[in-house]
């Protein structure tokens, strides 16, 4: 457990599905305004991780910082619910939240 006053790290994997998507084109018009509106009202960073050349799916990567591990656990669970309400299927997901320790010696 990270001392009082610490850094914890948080991080969302998504997996979305879209099964009716017939080219790359037609998911990433689907992906995109989910990723640019999560950036926009979420205190998040967004990377598309996988999948990238299926029309079908895509692994999708939320993480944020927080020194209130609660705070930042519940905020990435609306992330999630936000992203389940999109025009995307929610096909599994894994959040993480983790203390990160930092040393007090000097590079």
């Known amino acids: 457990m990270a001392r009082q006053g610490g ?8 997996e979305l599905g879209t099964p009716w998507a017939k ?4 998911k990433r018009s689907l992906v ?4 640019e509106k999560l950036k926009a009202r979420f ?6 991780l996988d999948g990238l050349d299926a029309h ?4 999708i990567g939320i993480t944020s910082l927080s020194h209130d591990p609660v705070w930042l656990e519940g905020m990435l669970r ?5 992203v389940g309400a999109r025009e ?10 983790e203390p990160w320790e930092f040393g007090s010696a000097q590079e």
């Open 78 to 82: 609306k992330v999630l619910d936000f």
């Open 43 to 48: 205190p998040v960073s967004v990377a598309r």
């Open 56 to 59: 079908d799916w895509e692994l």
């Open 32 to 35: 995109m305004p989910v990723t």
């Open 23 to 26: 080219s790359l084109k037609e």
């Open 88 to 97: 995307v299927s929610v096909v599994r997901s894994q959040l993480d939240v």
């Open 7 to 14: 850094v914890y790290v948080g991080v969302l994997l998504i």
